[in-house]
């Protein structure tokens, strides 16, 4: 029986990620920053456009593996979405608390992104992100974000493409809302 290989801590997840990217020879820029844990943190702190933010929210299936869902900054996973793209049940996705993120895949909180430190981690991008030529996510740390063209990421890490945000609800209309 194989026994569980420990996590790698934060920086040697980052450092994986970094050597993921470097051998698949796309361009990147790693930017160091203040440390910031959530989307909140990032908009208020960082000096990226926020309409580039793409977030990265991990899932655990009950039957085991891990996924990375990348989408934009201020969307939400559809849950059912991920199901179907995932060809499971809504009831095999296990959201971990970031604690047991940080401690199975050795990213810091605040530092999730769309690279997976193990070759069994899925990773998936919403469709409506695909509009975003240049994006800003998470790297390993939270005090580290890597800025990359979203077509050479999802090609870095063989990712599927799939509507996987909840659907917004489009902002009122002049007329609507009352305003003349």
Known sequence: MDEPRPAPSPAEAHAAIIRRLQHSG????????????TVADAEARLPF?????LKTVVFRLKAGGWILVALQGQDQVDYRRLADALGVKRGDLIRPPPEDVEAALGYQIGGVGPIPPAADTRVLFDEAAL?????????????????????DLIRAVAGQV???????????????SGAS
Not at 26 to 35: N, R
Not at 163 to 169: G, V
Request: net charge negative.
């Open 26 to 37: 796309v361009p990147f820029t790693i930017h160091s920053h203040e440390p910031a844990r």
């Open 49 to 53: 456009p926020k309409e580039q933010f």
């Open 131 to 151: 509009p975003m030529a240049t994006v800003y996510c998470g790297a390993g740390r939270n005090d580290r974000t890597l800025e990359i063209g979203l077509a």
């Open 162 to 176: 799939a509507p996987l945000a909840r659907e917004r609800a489009d902002p009122p209309s002049p007329t609507e």
